[in-house]
């Protein structure tokens, strides 16, 4: 994606060949910096500290973490431990272990000699494979906002509404991202979009990314508070619900973003499409029921108790800064994710098409 004139991709193999070149997420919207990642060790503390995240771009960090332990040290025992503490950063996303799981079967039946090349490669596919699986899913995804826009009673000049959750754009992925792929390709393609941006407190990926990614294509976009969706629905001014997932099981239950279950259930009541854009790197055919089944990442009570945002002095100078929300005597508890379940599903928006949310069809994605 284009950022002040210059085409972004969220993660790269940098020029020296050896070192991972990502963009530090913690810092936006208010600052576009780039970090680099030397050792398997940066590459744990990227994803755990979030300066990358969304399910896809982890798996990525992932891949390239395991082939920079291996560039240091490419014997059975560093391979296998590298493997582990990475997966060990973040729990609830499927595609952090399907992407370690894929670099390290590469790799290990091969000579040490061989295993640096080949995780290099098997990284870098990945990478490539994440950017042509996101912008199919862009594809299939348009025609379904082209579709609402032919049947909308509001004719087509007039902008179809897309609600979504947290952020699943390109910063999620390696480039397109899943549940906003179909949003840029409809922006391209000349039907008018306008997005409603759930602010996803408590991280506020919403705000702070999809807003961000909204705002550099020039997409018209209005950020709202989290309980505001159910609302605007009883209105009659969301055509659709588009979200990613972290993990989907064979049964379709969906685990994204938590509040992403309370969008599904205001989208049944209100009779508004309810679609999950699911690359099949996040599909876990392993699990049937997402309540019982897919971990949880519970994070710090922090993230709840206070509030970052950026602060203007009045000599202009601005400064990052954490505001605390409340009494410091009061607990708090910061689930990440929620389960979604199939029922609740209209469709999945995959890179091999429109999917039905049920085990027998996404057995052609699996
Ligand atoms: O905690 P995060 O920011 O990594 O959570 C990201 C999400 O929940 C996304 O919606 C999900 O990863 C799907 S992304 C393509």
Redesign the pocket.
Known sequence: MIINGKDWRTIWLREDGVSVGVIDQTKLPYEFKTCVLRSSEDAAKAIKY?IV????L?GVTGAYGLMLAIQKDSSDTSIIYAKKHLESTRPT?INLSWALERVSKKVLPLPQTQRRDAAREEAALIAQEDISVCESIGGYGLQILKDISERSSKGTQEPINILT????GWL??VDW???LAPIYKAHRSGLKVHVWVDETRP?N?GAALTAFELACEGISHTVIVDNAGGYLMQMGKVDAVI????RTTRAGDVC??IGTYLKALAAKDNSVPFYVALPKSTLDWTLIDGITDIPIEIRSEKEVSNIRGQLIQEDKKKEIVDVSLFPLSSRAFNP??DVTQSRLITAFITEIGILEPNENSLRRLS
């Open positions: 979030m995240r969304g399910a896809p982890i996303a959750h947290c952020n699943a999620a992925t991202g899943t549940a991280r990926q979200v990613g997932t972290d994204n973003k990440a994710f």
